[in-house]
C-alpha cells in the first residue's frame, strides 16, 4: 500500500504521510479486529519509513503509550473520541511531534481551539486539528462546511477526513447479530471536493487496495485503484481555490 501510494503522489507531487493503527481501541464489537498491538504495530511503522522513505502518523489512546509512538511517528493523532482528554493531550504534546487532533464527533468546533490551546500549554506548538463530521441523530454524521472555518479560530493547520466523515457509527445490522459501522463510500468524492475547495490544509483519507474485505472500516475505504483520478481532481480544485485571501465584507451603504 505505501509503495503504489507514495508513487501516485509523487508523480503527482502531493506531499505524503502514511497512516496506519497499531490498535483499533474502540471498535464497535469486542469481536472486531484490532490491530497488530503497539510493539509489533510499531515495528511495521519503522520498516515503512525506512523503505519507502514517508513520513508516518499513527494513533495513541493511553498516555503511556505516547513515549514509544514518539520514537517512531512524525505525527501523533488523538482520536476523536479522546480530544478532550487532558493527560493523553500533554503527554503526546510532551514528545514534541506534531499533534493532530480530531474533532470530536459531538463537539463543536470552538471546542478544539481549547484541544489545540493544552497542546501549546504542555509546551509543542505543533498542533493541527482535523474535521471528521459531527453526529446528526443516530448512526449517522453530517460533514458541515462552516467547521472548516471555524476551526482556524485554533490558529492551526485544519485537515479535512474525508473518510470516517462518511461513516454510519453501528449502522450495520451483521447476519449473526450484532452491528458495526457502515458508511458512505460513494460520496468521498463530494466531501473532498468540498474540503479542498473551502481550502484546507490536507486531506485524511482511508485508502485500500481490496475494500470490501478490509478489516476496518470497510464502507468508507477509498479503493486504491481510483486514488490517482480522485487526487487529480483535488489537486485541480486546489490550484484554484488555495491561497485565496478571506472576502473583506464591506457593509456601509452601497453609492453610486
Known amino acids: 500500500m505505501a509503495k503504489h501510494i507514495k508513487g501516485i503522489t509523487t508523480k503527482l507531487g502531493i506531499p505524503l504521510v502514511f497512516k496506519s493503527s497499531f490498535d483499533k481501541a474502540n471498535r ?101 486539528v482535523c474535521e471528521r463530521g459531527t453526529m446528526f441523530g443516530y448512526n449517522d454524521l453530517i460533514v458541515d462546511p462552516r467547521n472548516f472555518e471555524w476551526l482556524r479560530e485554533a490558529n492551526c493547520p485544519v485537515v479535512a477526513d474525508i473518510t470516517h466523515a462518511l461513516q454510519q457509527p453501528a449502522g450495520r445490522k451483521l447476519d449473526g447479530g450484532g452491528v458495526a459501522s457502515g458508511g458512505f463510500r460513494e460520496l468521498i468524492p463530494c466531501i473532498a471536493r468540498t474540503s479542498v475547495a473551502v481550502g484546507v490544509d490536507g486531506i485524511f483519507m482511508e485508502v485500500h487496495d481490496d475494500p470490501l474485505n478490509a478489516p476496518c472500516d470497510g464502507p468508507t475505504q477509498w479503493p486504491l485503484r481510483n486514488l490517482e483520478e480522485l487526487l487529480e481532481e483535488l489537486l485541480a480544485i486546489a490550484r484554484v481555490t488555495k491561497g485565496k485571501k478571506p472576502f473583506k465584507i464591506d457593509l456601509t451603504p452601497f453609492q453610486e
Open 28 to 128: 464497535t464489537s469486542s469481536k472486531s479486529f484490532r490491530g497488530p498491538g503497539l510493539e509489533e504495530g510499531l515495528k511495521i511503522l519503522e520498516k515503512v519509513k525506512a523503505t519507502y522513505d514517508l513520513p508516518v502518523v499513527t494513533d495513541v489512546h493511553e498516555s503511556h503509550q505516547c513515549e514509544a509512538v514518539g520514537k517512531v511517528a512524525d505525527i501523533i493523532q488523538i482520536p476523536a473520541f479522546l480530544c478532550r482528554q487532558t493527560d493523553l493531550l500533554v503527554a503526546a504534546a510532551k514528545t514534541g511531534k506534531i499533534i493532530n487532533i480530531k474533532k470530536g464527533q459531538f463537539c463543536a468546533p470552538s471546542v478544539m481551539v481549547n484541544s489545540a490551546e493544552k497542546i501549546r500549554l504542555a509546551g509543542n506548538p505543533n498542533v493541527m
